[in-house]
């Protein structure tokens, strides 16, 4: 159960290890860094992402025609972009869904300041699911007598703006031309818009991400309808998550969404999860306008700038150029 020997160079080498079962095997892959004695060639620099960042930031705004994934109906929905400018190569794209009374650019300096450090930010605004601030949602069942159809709802519209969106990134006719990287995709939601990370969490083979933000959001299992036996239409949330990549964000003071509603998503996670307490954030001051509330001890600009220091922290830990 050793790995023993003295090393002859410096540098990163990876390897597979076999854990074996009974019949059954499992590979455990190992990255190992080897330094100097002296340390000399580590690097000290504690990388921050709180401050704007080299790239300046290009933001439209459009409306996209989609198919819900979830329950088949059209959608037509306005999608923000804000992405790095010359950034010479396809870049990592976070899909991005908004709370229950935000709007889909009620976000829009929280998501340059995650663009400015090289990522592309989408965020749909979906009023079909459930309520914003500027409007009344489309579907009132969803939005009103089964809150947790609404978070299916706007997983399966994100996954479908997803879809639209790499089909223009490889159409060479079109603006976003190789403008996102299929390879590196990530999804954030805010509140309810969290609770639709959750319902994708557990189809994430199917969708291609590579990591799941969670700010403030619903835990999916608060929900009995989404408990065996499972009450139609919604699907089965089960009790583990599967293993991805998660970055799990709760605000100290949350005035919305008060323990246990997101404090225990961490609780059950399994695979690279990590839990953070924005201690003095409230629910609200991430965005750009709304009022706090809960007891806020830290100002919105302290607060998003953490959060989005998080968050472009966590994508480039996991993705993959």
């Given at each position: 159960?050793?790995?023993?020997?003295?090393?002859?160079?410096?540098?990163?080498?990876?390897?597979?290890?076999?854990?074996?079962?009974?019949?059954?095997?499992?590979?455990?892959?190992?990255?190992?860094?080897?330094?100097?004695?002296?340390?000399?060639?580590?690097n000290r620099a504690t990388p921050s992402f709180l401050t704007t960042g080299p790239y300046g930031v290009e933001t439209n705004s459009f409306l996209m025609d989609l198919t819900n994934t979830f329950d088949n109906r059209a959608?037509?929905?306005r999608v923000r972009i804000a992405r790095p400018r010359n950034l010479g190569r396809p870049a990592p794209l976070l899909l991005f869904h908004r709370g229950r009374g935000f709007d889909e650019d009620s976000y829009t300096r929280f998501h340059e300041l995650i663009?400015?450090?090289?990522?592309?930010?989408?965020?749909?605004?979906?009023?079909?699911s459930f309520a914003g601030s500027s409007f009344s949602a489309e579907n009132s069942f969803y939005d009103w007598n089964r809150a947790e159809l609404g978070m299916f709802s706007a997983s399966g519209v994100v996954e479908a703006m997803s879809d639209a969106l790499i089909n223009?990134?490889?159409?060479?006719?079109?603006m976003y031309f190789l403008a996102f990287d299929a390879e590196n995709l990530f999804?954030?939601?805010?509140?309810?818009g969290g609770g639709a990370v959750h319902a994708s969490h557990h189809r994430n083979f199917e969708l291609r991400l590579k990591g799941l933000i969670y700010l403030m959001a619903f835990d999916m299992r608060y929900f009995?309808?989404?408990?065996?036996?499972?009450?139609?239409?919604?699907?089965?949330?089960p009790t583990a998550?599967?293993?991805l990549p998660s970055l799990i964000i709760t605000a100290e003071n949350d005035g919305d969404l008060t323990y246990p509603i997101c404090d225990q998503l961490i609780d059950r996670a399994s695979g690279p999860t990590t839990q953070v307490t924005l201690y003095g954030g409230v629910h609200n001051l991430i965005s750009d306008s709304h009022q706090a509330e809960g007891n806020a001890k830290i100002t919105r600009q302290q607060e998003t700038s953490r959060v989005a220091d998080w968050i472009v922290c966590f994508v480039k830990r996991w993705a993959t150029s």
């Open positions: 159960g050793l790995v023993a020997g003295t090393p002859s160079e410096t540098g990163s080498f990876n390897a597979t290890f076999n854990a074996r079962t009974g019949n059954t095997t499992y590979p455990l892959r190992l990255e190992v860094t080897i330094y100097r004695a002296d340390e000399k060639d580590q959608v037509r929905t663009a400015s450090h090289g990522i592309a930010v989408a965020s749909v605004e979906d009023a079909y223009r990134s490889n159409d060479p006719s079109d999804m954030a939601g805010h509140s309810r009995s309808e989404v408990r065996a036996p499972v009450s139609a239409p919604a699907d089965e949330i998550q599967p293993r």
